[in-house]
């Protein structure tokens, strides 16, 4: 399952950490692709539908890029649980919150790779060498998702349902990333480039993701709901 891209040296396998990051982007994309397609109950009409089916779209496409970085299944199979137990923890009840849940997972997504950027090289990075095409931004399917979603929340007298679904989603993703950074300190290493022993890269990711939060709560502000 190797790509050309992904060892450092043709031939040589990958570190565990970057198989382990590698699985986490594979995970994500699949479950992201899984929401997705589960809110076509919740699309009021045709037009929404045929918009859940072009973001689907993208998601399968990362994953079927991601997935080419990894030497085997096994550490996909070892985070996918983890990471698919957010969306059984926080389903998405209503049109309004189908939208929201991408619109803030990417947000989430987009701060972090900010934080830890400098220390992605090419092992860590997508073929184009950006995240952006990935995470969507600036592409037609974002303008239209987040155009819809502001006319959904404009229309939405009462917000305190979905306030309280992002506190959720949030809070259930924080917990999801302790736990892979508990398990995979390796991979907290890599990506902040800490590298001085246990603590030192845990708390360095706990910086990070302490930033990102900081940067979730101004989002979820400006979209008026209750952070």
């Not at 849940?101 to 992605?120: K, M, T």
């Not at 902040?192 to 845990?202: K, M, Q, R, V």
Request: aromatic content about 6%.
């Amino acid at each position: 399952m190797n790509s050309q891209s992904t060892p450092s040296i043709p031939g040589v396998p990958s570190s565990p950490a970057v198989n382990t990051f590698w699985a986490v982007v594979s995970a994500a994309a699949l479950h992201s692709m899984s929401a997705t397609i589960g809110g076509m109950p919740l699309a009021p009409d045709v037009a929404r539908r045929l918009l859940l089916a072009d973001r689907s779209g993208e998601f399968s496409a990362i994953l079927d890029e991601s997935r080419q970085h990894l030497d085997s299944l096994a550490e996909l199979s070892e985070v996918e649980p983890l990471i698919g137990s957010i969306g059984s923890y926080v389903p998405s009840r209503s049109w309004l919150q189908v939208l929201l849940r991408d619109y803030l997972l990417v947000g989430l997504c987009s701060d972090f790779i900010a934080q830890v950027e400098g220390h992605l090289d090419e092992q860590l990075t997508p073929a184009s060498g950006s995240y952006g095409p990935w995470l969507g931004l600036g592409t037609g399917v974002r303008v239209r998702w987040d155009e819809e979603m502001y006319t959904q929340l404009a229309a939405t007298t009462d917000l305190s349902a979905d306030s309280a679904f992002a506190r959720k989603l949030v809070g259930e993703v924080l917990s999801v990333a302790q736990r892979l950074a508990a398990v995979h300190q390796d991979l907290c290493s890599l990506l902040t480039g800490a590298g001085d022993g246990d603590l030192d890269d845990l708390s360095a990711i706990t910086e990070v993701m302490a930033a990102v939060l900081s940067l979730h709560d101004g989002r979820v502000a400006e979209l008026g709901l209750e952070p």
